[in-house]
Nanobody
Framework: QVQLVESGGGLVQAGGSLRLSCAASTNFFTLNAMGWSRQAPGRPRELVAVIRSGGTTIYAESVKGRFTISRDNAKNTLYLQMNSLRPEDTAAYHC????????WGQGTQVTVSS
């Protein structure tokens, strides 16, 4: 199983920015896709952004134009740049990677105050 370690969460005011990082224990070239999901208390888990092995990206409508997913293959690290943050973005953010199975990170909390 791939080990994933997220970092970069925290408390930020509405309109602010954060960058999440996800360091993986595997070479990114072995993966089909990787992404970020989030879950707020009492709400279902939501897919936020995906980047496929060929570089195609997909975003949830709620974050389009504000969030950017990227990766550094040399560092085996996935990123999520989050700008113009809103209180409704408050959630635990989990990165995941997918080869023959999906592996999840432990999550990092993002809290956006109004």
């Amino acid at each position: 199983q791939v080990q994933l370690v997220e970092s970069g969460g925290g408390l930020v005011q509405a309109g602010g920015s954060l960058r999440l990082s996800c360091a993986a224990s595997t070479n990114f070239f072995t993966l089909n896709a990787m992404g970020w999901s989030r879950q707020a208390p009492g709400r279902p888990r939501e897919l936020v952004a995906v980047i496929r092995s060929g570089g195609t990206t997909i975003y949830a409508e709620s974050v389009k134009g504000r969030f950017t997913i990227s990766r550094d293959n040399a560092k085996n690290t996935l990123y999520l740049q989050m700008n113009s943050l809103r209180p409704e973005d408050t959630a635990a953010y989990h990165c995941w990677v997918e080869s023959d199975r999906r592996s999840w990170g432990q999550g990092t909390q993002v809290t956006v105050s109004s």
